[in-house]
């Protein structure tokens, strides 16, 4: 792992690229919105399957 840490360290443009693809994952599949829309269709389908 510490091999990969000093990988990064030395290609700054490696650690950008990274960055921003982490940033955007995390926008992407973490954001509040997704997540209450993420819940919401749960909770419809647990209501469907009751009734």
């Given amino acids: 792992m510490a091999k990969y840490i000093l990988q990064i360290c030395k290609n700054p443009a490696l650690a950008k690229e990274m960055g ?26 647990a209501i469907q399957r009751i009734n």
Wanted: charged share 40%; proline share 0%; no cysteine.
């Fill in 20 to 45: 921003a693809k982490g940033r955007a994952h995390i926008q992407k599949n973490y954001e509040q919105k997704e997540q209450i829309r993420k819940l919401h269709r749960l909770a419809e389908k």
